[in-house]
């Protein structure tokens, strides 16, 4: 199946600092979809991005399918955003239509 | 609120048990799944039910049991667990056609310990 790496595993930043969050994935995907988790366990959809660049307040994502890699931008982070945030691939050969997802970046921003 | 909702939200129950989780959203979504996050493991497929196809994951030992009565609602029941089956257990949905993947949206999850 379709293996998807997520880097780095842990992040610290001083609040108001830049970050950039990177996926990697092994085969052609028909999707690709951004996650934060909450402490709570709330995954809260970011990005829904299969291709191409998208923008939403403070986050942002590019998506290059053909180079099999994503990333997520944090700007002007802030004490909310920590969390885990994960990346995760609809595989077109599946069953089912699945999201497989990375090991997740585990983010935390101290004021 | 993501318009997928869980109930409940905390679960402890003994090897010997029955339960059940229930899963109800309020997107008109067609397709609707279960995960799995354990301590130290990605999120896992266990189950889709969509178009009035069933897929499950292999390794989902028999003692997991799903039921999806319609579109709405998804049942994940559980009997005589084990404790390494302790876990947050998620419901997503989203709509599907046949040539089509759309976005998944995930309920809060029922937070499960087994003693």
């Known amino acids: 199946g379709i293996q998807v790496e997520q880097s780095p595993p842990d992040l610290i930043l001083q609040e108001g600092a830049n970050s950039t969050l990177r996926c990697n994935f092994s085969?052609?995907?028909?999707?690709l979809q951004w996650f934060h988790q909450n402490p709570w366990g709330q995954l809260i959809n970011l990005f829904y991005?299969?291709?191409g660049t998208k923008q939403n307040g403070r986050l942002s994502a590019t998506t290059v399918a053909t180079e099999r890699y994503s990333l997520l931008y944090i700007s002007s982070s802030q004490t909310t955003d920590s969390g885990v945030y994960f990346c995760?691939?609809?595989?077109?050969?599946?069953?089912?239509?699945?999201?497989?997802f990375g090991g997740g970046t585990r983010v935390l921003v101290k004021p | 609120e993501t318009g997928v909702t869980q109930t409940p939200r905390h679960l402890v129950m003994g090897m010997t048990n029955k339960k059940s989780l229930k899963c109800e959203q309020h997107l008109g979504h067609n397709a609707m799944y279960w995960y799995k996050q354990s301590a130290k493991k990605p999120l896992e497929l266990m189950f889709v039910y969509s178009l009035e196809e069933r897929v499950e994951n292999n390794s989902v030992p028999s003692r997991f049991s799903p039921e999806c009565p319609n579109s709405s609602h998804l049942f994940l029941h559980l009997h005589t667990l084990q404790p390494e089956d302790s876990a947050l257990y998620l419901c997503?949905?989203?709509?599907?056609?046949?040539?089509?993947?759309?976005?998944?949206?995930f309920g809060p999850g029922t937070r499960l310990t087994v003693l």
């Open positions: 991005i299969p291709s």
């Open positions: 085969d052609s995907v028909n999707n």
């Open positions: 995760a691939v609809a595989d077109p050969q599946a069953a089912g239509n699945k999201l497989t």
């Open positions: 997503a949905s989203s709509l599907r056609d046949t040539r089509s993947y759309n976005e998944q949206f």
